[in-house]
């Protein structure tokens, strides 16, 4: 049985803004779902969590988790268990008395959305004008009181073009990641216009190259497997990009992540409407190990040229666009435009012999001071890595190289220092 080691809670569909893109079709301010989980609930269900998995993170999103007046309290009990706490917010509510008592209820870090590096851009997509000073102004208290956050870009027709300014940003602004996610045409994200099959290729090549320039951060493509085969693609020499997304870092819906709504529902993610189970009625044990749709997504079945496609063991594509189309969950993702070469399957990177791979001390050290949750994914890339370069000790600087260099490709230049100081002082 998978480790459930990526676990999101919808805290609530309330919300303080109406963004054009929202999977939820979140509701208003005043409004929220009479049958939303208590403050009980939630605290039974990461009590479930931990026993599933006790180094697991949990997810606390919305809607807007700041709305919830309880969230402190369930952010310290999922704390007190030894949960990796963090929490997903569009940033309105982060003043600094908020960041500091979300920091000493035991939150691990934030994941703010900003969705443009101009703020007229990101206000008409969020629906509020004065959204984006406000969430600057929220990044600006984490800076302050040291809360460790992250950027969640969503990529769109309109916002395309800024993918190098907003990482760059993001840099400038202490992000520790950069999550760029691709649009899921779901919820009232039905009516947005998604980027056409080639500009989704050209973003992930763009993303992929770019994080050599930024050793710092991790810049990461997020609903998009596709960078699986990309990458491998860019740099085929590079052992580390054959390593099965099933395991680490391609969609793992069922796999080792679902999203619990905010009336109890398990879904295998927030993009996949069909519920899995219904934590309250059966355990989330119970639905984890035993769902239909959990099975199903473990030992995936794939259709038309998804399942013909030599890279579908490293990918297997996204399976909530084609649920979105209307069509079988195990259906060809529309918006990748590969086209299967009839070759053999390129087969993920097989697990190294034990000791095959050694680690020096401080390497060690370091490793272990990674959250429990993906341990065993660095673990694996680094060891990846090493034997790439045929070396057989991993060492502290091949981990700093390795968050420079995570798919083995050499981007463009960085965009000069000027241009990022001027970003900078933007948002002040």
Request: glycine share 8%; aromatic share 6%.
């Amino acid at each position: 049985m998978p480790d459930l080691n990526l676990i999101a809670i919808n805290l609530t569909r309330r919300c303080n803004l109406a963004c054009e893109h929202c999977y939820l079709d979140a509701t208003t301010l005043k409004e929220g779902d009479s049958d939303e989980l208590s403050c009980g609930e939630v605290k039974a269900l990461l009590d479930e969590v931990h026993a599933l998995n006790s180094s697991a993170m949990v997810v606390l999103t919305g809607g807007e988790p700041l709305l919830r007046p309880d969230l402190e309290e369930i952010i310290c009990h999922g704390s007190e268990l030894g949960l990796f706490i963090v929490l997903g917010t569009n940033g309105l509510q982060l003043t600094e008395k908020r960041v500091a008592a979300l920091k000493n209820a035991g939150l691990m870090g934030a994941g703010i959305s900003l969705d443009s590096t101009e703020a007229e851009t990101h206000d008409e997509f969020r629906g509020l004008n004065g959204a984006w000073d406000k969430t600057m102004k929220g990044i600006r208290h984490c800076q302050q009181l040291d809360l460790s956050f992250q950027i969640h870009f969503t990529v769109t027709q309109r916002n395309r073009h800024e993918i190098d300014d907003i990482i760059a940003l993001s840099e400038s602004l202490g992000a520790r990641v950069i999550n760029i996610f691709f649009l899921i045409c779901t919820g009232r994200g039905e009516t947005e216009s998604d980027l056409t099959p080639a500009q989704y290729e050209s973003a992930l090549k763009d993303i992929i190259q770019a994080q050599e320039n930024y050793p710092d951060m991790i810049v990461r493509p997020r609903c998009a497997p596709h960078f699986k085969r990309v990458a491998l693609q860019l740099n085929p020499e590079a052992e580390i990009n054959r390593i099965s997304g099933q395991e680490s870092d391609g969609c793992l819906a069922g796999l080792h992540y679902c999203r619990i709504a905010s009336d109890g529902r398990v879904t295998a993610c927030p993009y996949i409407e069909t519920t899995a189970g219904d934590t309250r009625v059966d355990s989330l044990q119970q639905i984890w190990e035993q769902a239909p749709q959990f099975d199903a997504l473990r030992t995936p079945q794939l259709e038309g040229k998804c399942g013909a496609c030599e890279y579908r063991l490293l990918c297997g594509g996204c399976r909530a666009r084609p649920v979105a189309e209307g069509k079988s969950i195990m259906a060809a993702d529309p918006v990748c435009e590969y086209s299967p070469m009839e070759r053999p399957v390129i087969m993920p990177l097989p697990d190294l012999a034990e000791g095959e791979i050694t680690w020096e001390e401080q390497a060690e050290t370091r490793l272990n001071r990674i959250p429990g949750f993906i341990r065993k994914m660095v673990k694996k890339r680094a060891e990846a890595y090493v034997s790439g370069k045929n070396e057989s000790v991993v060492q502290v600087h091949h981990l700093e190289e390795l968050t420079a260099r995570r798919f083995g490709s050499n981007g463009p230049g960085r965009p000069s220092l000027s241009k990022i100081k001027e970003m900078y002082r933007a948002t002040k």
